[in-house]
C-alpha cells in the first residue's frame, strides 16, 4: 500500500515547474517574463501567436465582406513585409514580434501602462535576438507600420474621418485588406519567414 508522503512525492514529479511569471506556449515550452533570453521558443510559437492574435482589440469590420472580422497581427506583419523594400522586408515581417507572447494591448491603452511596454519591448528584444533578426532601420518600419495603420483604417474599421495623431499624415497603401482566418495567417506567416530566410 503507498503511503501519504509517497503520493504527495509522485505528485510533486508530475508538475512542471518555471521560475518566474511564465506562459506555456504551443511547442511546450515556458516563455518566461523575468528572462525572456532564456527561452526556447519555435519559428510556430511566433508564427501561431501572431496568427491568432487580433488587431484592434478585434474590433475590425471589413469592407470588402460587408462585415465584422477577425484581422491578426500575422496578416499586418506579412503584407507590410511585402509593402516595404525587399532590404526592409525581415524587420517589417517580425517588427511585432512581441506581440506573439505579449497579446496586442491597442495604442491608446499601452500609452497608458509603460510597465507592460517595457515588459513587451524585452521580449521583442529576445525572440528577435534568438532568430537573428535585426531592425536596422526603425525609422523606416515605422513609417511603413504608420502606413500599414491608414490602410487598416480605411480598409478595416469603422472609421468616419476623425482626427487621428500623425497617422492622418500617412498615405494607405494601394491594395485592399481582405482578412484571412487565424490558421491561414499563421501558416502565412511562418512561409515568408522561411522565404526570407532562405533569400537573405
Known sequence: MIDLATIDAMR???????IGPT????SGTYFDFDAPE????????????????GRFAGQCVSRLLGERAMYTVAQHCVLMSHAVEPHLARAALWHEAGE????DMTGPLKSKNPSFKADEKRSE????????I?????VAIKHADIRMLATERRDLLPWNGERW???DLALPYDFEILPWTPNVAAETW?????????SK
Open 12 to 18: 510533486e514529479s508530475t508538475i512542471r515547474r518555471a
Open 23 to 26: 506562459i506555456l506556449l504551443g
Open 38 to 53: 532564456d527561452s526556447l521558443i519555435t519559428l510556430e510559437d511566433v508564427a501561431y501567436g501572431l496568427g491568432y492574435e
Open 100 to 103: 506573439a507572447v505579449c497579446g
Open 125 to 132: 528584444a529576445a525572440i528577435l535576438a534568438r532568430f537573428g
Open 134 to 138: 535585426e531592425i536596422t532601420d526603425p
Open 165 to 167: 495623431t500623425v497617422e
Open 190 to 198: 511562418l512561409r515568408r519567414a522561411r522565404e526570407l530566410e532562405e
